[in-house]
């Protein structure tokens, strides 16, 4: 085979993409499959998200972030003063 060979079989883009008839995915076989014998039922835009989960208040997480930081500044402080200088 020469280089020209290969040159001519290249695969090109604009032919594929001026093909008449284009090929569904698999995804999409398989939905229209699934879909014939079990239609899906009609879904707003937006559906609604359900019930939530109670969400812990802005003051509790404050207080464990900021108790967070103390225990860690307590924490170095107290291995500065222990260590040799």
Same mark, same amino acid.
């Given at each position: +085979? #020469?280089?020209?060979?290969?040159?001519?079989?290249? @695969?090109? !883009?604009?032919? $594929?993409? *001026? $093909?008449?008839?284009?090929?569904?995915? /698999?995804? /999409?076989? +398989?939905? $229209?499959?699934?879909?014939?014998?079990?239609?899906?039922?009609?879904?707003?835009?937006?559906?609604?998200? *359900?019930?939530? =989960?109670?969400?812990?208040?802005?003051? #509790?997480? =404050? $207080? !464990?972030? &900021? *108790?967070?930081?103390? /225990?860690? !500044? &307590?924490? &170095? *402080?107290?291995?500065? @003063?222990?260590?040799?200088?």
């Amino acid at each position: +085979m #020469s280089q020209e060979d290969d040159v001519e079989r290249e @695969f090109d !883009i604009k032919w $594929a993409d *001026g $093909a008449e008839h284009k090929e569904p995915s /698999a995804r /999409a076989r +398989m939905l $229209a499959a699934r879909w014939k014998e079990n239609p899906p039922q009609p879904q707003p835009f937006r559906a609604d998200p *359900g019930p939530r =989960t109670p969400r812990r208040s802005s003051w #509790s997480s =404050t $207080a !464990i972030v &900021l *108790g967070c930081v103390v /225990a860690v !500044i &307590l924490l &170095l *402080g107290y291995s500065r @003063f222990q260590a040799p200088y």
